[in-house]
């Protein structure tokens, strides 16, 4: 996985449980709401979470199919890699490889 990408996930990981815990700390007050029309705290972090189940799958959903795309560019019409292939092809600066038999 790309590094930058992972220190993110480590870093909401962090963060969710430093809420995890604030909350925990509120008691039977993480259940009330402080007002008519207005979540509770326990009301808040569920749609968090609910929000980050959702998330989590869409993105690996899209990592799916990331690992299924064939490659793309020069690379994947010569063979890879380029440079080696025996095609001759216009994309290819070297003359073809000479065979086995030769």
């Given at each position: 996985?790309?590094?930058?990408?992972?220190?993110r996930f480590e870093q909401l990981e962090r963060a969710t449980n430093q809420l995890l815990a604030q909350v925990e700390l509120l008691g039977e007050?993480?259940?009330?709401?402080?007002?008519?029309?207005?979540?509770?705290?326990?009301?808040?972090?569920?749609?968090?979470?609910?929000?980050?189940?959702?998330?989590?799958?869409?993105?690996?959903?899209?990592?799916?199919?990331?690992?299924?795309?064939?490659?793309?560019?020069?690379?994947?019409?010569?063979?890879?890699?380029?440079?080696?292939?025996?095609?001759?092809?216009?994309?290819?600066?070297?003359?073809?490889?000479?065979?086995?038999?030769?």
């Amino acid at each position: 996985m790309n590094h930058r990408l992972n220190l993110r996930f480590e870093q909401l990981e962090r963060a969710t449980n430093q809420l995890l815990a604030q909350v925990e700390l509120l008691g039977e007050r993480a259940s009330t709401s402080p007002g008519p029309g207005q979540w509770s705290a326990v009301q808040v972090v569920h749609h968090l979470l609910v929000s980050e189940t959702g998330i989590n799958q869409y993105i690996d959903k899209k990592l799916a199919q990331t690992e299924d795309l064939e490659e793309a560019g020069v690379g994947a019409f010569c063979g890879p890699p380029c440079c080696e292939c025996s095609c001759a092809c216009l994309f290819c600066a070297s003359p073809p490889l000479p065979s086995s038999k030769d």
